[in-house]
């Protein structure tokens, strides 16, 4: 018996040994988030030795007029990280909106969180239509936004900037969706980059959506 004994206080012994190589092996190593929208990949000199790296696309800066009357600025939105919604009066994008409605609740205290619907449609008179589905949707001030403007301007954000096309050769890297975008979701970083891509009509991708702006959200408050 004495031979089992000490054969299993060695094993005791060893296991919180082992935990900690286990951790200190493992333990660093968490979920990252994808970049989306490569632009080029480019040769860079570390070390002495070159290697090749993927640059990102970095959406360009705009202003669009607000549900509150004034024109707000992307550098005003993306302090922190914004879930961005593609608005055009379906009953798709109607379905999208009020899922959002969960995801304002959850962040409500976040201030690096926002919200931002694209309303593709601002009619005669787009102030009045902004205020009209802010009231609608329950829009929190500084916490969703609603935006607008010509359609020229919408179209280059939609097909040049977040690159949503029903098309996937049109454009390199592009998202493929329908046309109109209705049902899509895009998380965008401080940096201006796409981060996830989500379908705004299934539950399950709103909780990945969820999960995923906790995941950014640590990667803020706990740099590499």
């Known amino acids: ?7 299993l206080l060695g094993l005791l012994l060893l296991v919180p040994v082992l935990a900690f190589l286990f951790l200190y092996r493992f ?22 030795n070159w290697q090749r790296d993927t640059v990102f696309h970095q959406l ?4 669009l007029l607000a549900s509150t009357g004034r024109e707000i600025s992307s550098a005003e939105i993306g302090q922190g990280l ?18 959002l409605l969960r995801v304002q609740e959850k962040f409500r205290h976040q201030p690096r969180v926002r919200l931002v619907s694209f309303v593709l449609d601002g009619g005669p008179q787009p102030a009045t239509k902004l205020e009209t589905l802010a009231v609608r949707y329950g829009t929190v001030a500084g916490k969703w936004w609603l935006l607008t403007g010509s359609p020229d301007t919408l179209n280059r954000l939609v097909l040049k900037e977040f690159r ?26 401080r940096n201006r ?10 539950g399950r991708e709103i909780d990945r959506l969820l999960t995923e702006v906790t995941v950014q959200l640590y990667d803020y408050k706990h740099p590499h």
């Open 60 to 63: 360009a800066t705009f202003r």
């Open 164 to 189: 949503l096309t029903s098309d996937p050769k049109r454009l390199p890297g592009a998202v493929y969706t329908a046309n109109p975008p209705a049902g899509r979701l895009l998380l965008i970083d």
């Open 1 to 7: 018996m004495q031979p089992l004994k000490t054969l």
């Open 82 to 99: 914004y879930i961005a919604q593609f608005y055009d009066d379906s009953p798709a994008s109607d379905r999208v909106a009020q899922a």
């Open 193 to 202: 980059r796409v981060r996830g891509i989500y379908d705004g009509l299934d």
């Open 27 to 48: 333990g660093s190593n968490r979920y990252a988030l994808p970049t989306y929208l490569p632009d080029r990949v480019d040769s860079t000199q570390v070390g002495g």
